[in-house]
């Protein structure tokens, strides 16, 4: 049963959990212990006041003992912030770890593929993640040990005070509460099943809407309404029927609480002529029932609403946010940026300052026979290209979207894995082997560019965070940030990404990949939100500077401007300067739209 | 025509109609709550008495005491049964009527015309028919349950008057204290919740800006550095959680400290009147208990304020009802129609601006027609109007002589095919995903289509080949093109309509595809919105859209005469981005699409 695996699976982590927080859990027990002695005399008071006061006709003594079970409400008071204060300290770590894991999660998945075609589902889904589902837990467990902790001490208080007035009346009252809270217990687990079974189908149904939502035109275009409507008619049917079996088992439970916590009157009331056969006082008895209708039914009544629902769903999102946190390309500082695989190749340097020829005699870029496609089976995006690229040259990467441009120097970047073949930069293998991190190598600016909260210093100096003051202001002139810049109000201005726009997002990127020393810059529609003219600056400023430029030209001008042009036509290639690929190429022809044929 | 549609329903009367018609829809499970409900009140009242009663006449060594002690159990059992049954009917009613809600929002999203419905967010429309949903479901049982939760507080305190006025008055001197403290409770907590709740939105905007920027982080290497950065307000978000609780700690303290301290008040004044022999001890065990059942009024609150959050959930999920529906007719298409189009003064209105204007062509059955314009010109908008997933503002579209909206619908989808940039696929398989649509073509039709759309070769690749599931479909930006494509192909009609469907195919594709279209496919007639010179060269008859009007209509050797003709594709950059300079274009692909 799915339900035992996931109880499996989070159970050692509980342990655990709880283990490193046993202080929490003591001051948590000793608190509570407080709210049974509160439990305790409010029944007693009761009792006392009757036996000693009200019914013996000392009024004084009677309200006297009336004065002490009120007085004892303070005392359950002090215990209840007693008890926050422990729950705090149990349920807030729990929330930080989740929060850790679920930002942990995210950035593993989100840099491991960073071209997702559902990008946008999967950081709405994160963030839901990041926000819902962690106080989701945070609610259900402490409602959990809050509602379970109070039963248990304040069922042991009653208990103890009934066993001081009368040991007979545990015998009458304890039978039905232990019936039903049995009972209780024996609906949880096939309960939990039911319930879980119902959280999967909400969830399936949830993300079946949203397909169905994402795309709506083409349901409607294929003529397939009826269809669809069906479909997610029946797991909607699917859910209601889960929802009525749930419904079912809610009965039953109340049932079972009703009986812990009811039967016990009625048990009493039948037992009274026979305990008060056996000495047992009106007071007594009156204490009895205090306790039963004042003290358990409460407790059971919370406890009732909390443990249904909240335990299955504390389990199933404890389970989604799995056994571990992801470490991430980064966590180790000290990782060797390219290790040197084949005693061959030469070690990678690290360069202060690169040279047009960053090691003379080495290409800047060299791929023999690279191959890689994005599954096993699937047809190639790239297919045995082979291309050097000599230091100091700037190429330009054109061809018909979704064509395999962004590919290409996600391999160069070494941010994936060729299929075949070989990727070399500067010498040394594009994709280092061990964890990947920061490579001084190369730099690579996506289409989207980002800029985080910070300030506009910290933004640009995001490849090179020990850029001085006077290098930021040379890269500001060199590339025409100076108005944007004072219009953020200065280098150590902080920056609200949201008012930024694209053009603006990019044109600060461009900032750092200036700054950055990494002899090999690779832009991937970098500049494409940028007016032709910043664009062309930018890219004439950039391939000026000594290295090698790298461009997936958003524009067909930016070919132009290349010394070389990469032409790439599905499983194709051609490579050579504007004029002579105008002359050989067709696609190229197409693409630049000369006259057609 | 219909003139202008517009959405203009109010979702606040709509989510009442529809919450009164769900409510109408359960109403037999409503009206059962209620009645147990009151019931199983009128049970918890009568309970205290009779027990107090028994045990007088148990401590009195009554004769009648065996009666009344069967009479005290019947009582509790009764509630208890009662309370079961409520707790069961409740679930029962939530979920018939959720189902219900769900039901029809989702019917009416689906009948919306496709350009309305498009304004709700793929995610925020799974919010709205799950979580929004199941809240608004449990309006029905609890308004049932609000009615009938005014019952034991206010016939406890009636209650208390009859045993001993005495103590009722004990009871409403302390209420006010009560009131107090609670008040003074809710300031605090509000305002810790909404600085925990700030630091939460900070740590997911850190975190959604980092997510956004995942390719510049996975190029540098600094995921480890986002992290740190992203929880940086974690510190702050922990401390405020603990003032929560500390808040929330004291709360429920004094709400603790309250109760007890109000029965125990309600007791001295009967243990008073017991010692002065006016009531007996079966009354002050009464007493006790309607003094706790009438400082049970917050549940009354509760439930008040869980209609009113369950009203605006409703309002969330019947939003999409008050989407126009696309209604369809119940004619015919004349059979074997060769697939004549007829656009007659055709104007469609967007946000409130034309995005079409008096569009007056007819394109030949048979034909292969190209629109091209610059973007923005109102190409797909002309695409849209001519299958009908939007209905014209004014004028008429007719297929065949026909109006389109007098045909009926599976006559209309049958006859008119679609193929998008972006196609958006459905079905559990590769090859259901290409059978889906109006209806489900045989394999070899299926496997035909896909040829024609040049996806049979990677299709083949494919783990599992056609029977690959989708969501394990490793697939780039042209061969889900291509799929779309095969899905329009083995369902093709007298009208194909392909909208930018071939923009991510490199030119050679094109070219291939392209031509067994011509050959392999139903014959009909073909609209191709397209980009690419190539594709509008080929056509038989090309339709120039400019801002929206119809500049020419003619074949594409006549109109590449005029140089402005020329311009449309020597300078069609995306949307997002100015023309380029210097008679730089860019060619196949349109916007931002595909990686």
Sequence with gaps: MSDRRTTHRVLPQARRFLRGRKRDLLVLAGWSLL?????????????????????????????LWLAVAALSAPLGGVAVRGVFGGLAGLVEPLRDGLVRRAVSQALASAVSSPARPDAAAADSAAVSRLVHQTEMARDSFAGLVLTTRSFLFTAFGALLGMATLAPALLLVV?????????????????????????????????????????????????????????????????????????????????????????????????????????????????????????????????????????????????????????????????????????????????????????????????????????????????????????????????????????????????????????ALVDGAPARPAGRPGPDPRRALLPQRAHVFSGTVRENLCYLRPDATPAEVEETVEALRLGPLVRRLGGPDAAVDPRGLSQGERQHLALGRAHLSHAPLLLLDEATCHLDPETEERAERTLAARPGTLIVVAHRLSSAVRADRVLVLDGTRAACAAHEALLGTSALYRDLVGASPA | MPATRTVTSDPARTADRVLLAATRHSAGHAAAILVCSLASAAAALAEPAVLGHTLDLLLAGDARAPRWAALCAVLITADLLLDAAVAQLTGVANARTTAWLRTRSLDRLLRAAPHHAARFAPGDLATRLTANATEAGTVPATAAAAVASVLPPLGALVALFLIDWRTAAAFLAGVPLLWLLLRAFAAHSSDSVARYQAAQARIADRLVEALTGAGTVAAAGTAARERRRVLAPLPELAEEGRRMWRVYGSAVARSGVLLPTLVCLVLAVGGLRLAAGAIGVGDLLAVSRYAALAAGVGAVAGLLGALVRGRSAARRTAEPLTLPPLAHGDGGLPPDGPGTLELRGVTVVRDGSPVLRDVDVVLPGGSRVAVVGRSGAGKSVFAAVAGRLTDPDEGRVLLDGVPLDAVDERTLRREVGYAFARPALFGATVAQALAFGAYAPAGPAVRAAARAAGADGFVQRLPGGYDTPLARAPLSGGELQRLGLARAFAHAGRLLVLDDATSSLDTVTEREVERALARDVRPGTRLVVAHRLSSASRADLVVWLDGGRVRAVGPHPVLWEDPAYRAVFAAAPPPDAPAPGGGAARGPASGGSAR
């Design chain 1, 35 to 63: 709210e049974s002695a509160h439990t305790f005399l409010t029944g007693y008071g009761v009792a006392r006041a009757l036996d000693d006061g009200f019914l013996a006709g000392r009024i004084g003594t009677g309200l």
């Design chain 1, 174 to 422: 304890l039978p039905p509460l232990v019936l039903g809270l049995g009972l209780f217990l024996a609906t949880l687990a096939p309960m939990a099943t039911v319930q879980r079974a119902f959280l999967d189908t909400d969830e399936a149904l949830s993300g079946r809407v949203g397909e169905v939502g994402a795309g709506l035109r083409d349901v409607v275009a294929c003529g397939a309404v009826r269809t669809v409507a069906e479909d997610v008619g029946r797991l909607v049917t699917a859910e209601e029927r889960l929802a009525r079996r749930l419904a079912r088992w809610a009965g039953v439970r109340t049932l079972a609480l009703g009986a812990a916590g009811r039967l016990p009157v009625v048990a009493l009331v039948a037992a009274t002529p026979w305990l008060l056969d056996g000495g047992v006082t009106a007071g007594a008895l009156l204490g009895a029932l205090t306790y039963l209708v004042q003290s358990l039914l409460p407790a059971l009544h919370a406890l009732m609403s909390a443990l249904g629902a909240a335990g299955t769903r504390l389990l199933v999102v404890l389970d989604r946010f799995g056994t571990s946190t992801p470490p991430l390309p980064g966590d180790d500082p000290v990782t060797p940026p390219a290790a040197p695989e084949d005693p061959g190749a030469a070690p990678p340097p690290t360069p202060r300052r690169p040279g047009p020829g960053a090691a003379p005699g080495r290409a800047a870029v060299e791929l023999r026979g690279l191959t890689f496609s994005y599954g096993p089976r699937a047809r190639p995006v790239v297919d045995a290209l082979d291309l050097v690229v000599e230091p100091g040259e700037h190429l330009a990467v054109v061809g018909p979207s979704g064509i395999g441009k962004s590919t290409l120097l996600a391999l160069l970047a070494g941010l994936l894995t060729p299929v075949g073949g070989t």
